[in-house]
């Protein structure tokens, strides 16, 4: 199977901000960057912060928009969520497990960066359940 990356580009307001929180508070590394956007590496993927002059506001909820990783090792995302508390950083929703008791059982907990962006980041007990497990409807909270 050929090794990928997935990239993706979210909005902001100012460069050194997001670098305080991507870079200071997650951890990732920064490549290129100009005056209004950076590249950086979020566990060996390409996330691109570009700067808006949209108004940048608070979801309600959720839902419809946020991104994050699935880890693989319950040891890396506990390690995650341990820098989040102790880098400061805004927890949407605290760690838990959600669907307690399914095969599709997992940890999951949302940060919320300085411009509302919301990234979530989820550890399955059995990884067949991140793909699989189709008999199981659940996909997210209701509401």
Known sequence: MNRVLFHLAFPVGDIA??????????????GRESPRSAILNLYDHQIVAHITNEPLEPQKGIYPRHFGLVFLSESDWEALADRAYKQNLTFYQEPRNRFMGLPIEHRTFFLQDPFYN???????????AIFGDRQYAQVGDIG
């Open 118 to 128: 919301l990234l979530e980041f989820k550890f399955y007990y059995d990884p067949e």
């Open 17 to 30: 901000t997001t670098k305080e929180f991507y870079v200071g508070g997650l951890g990732c590394t920064v």
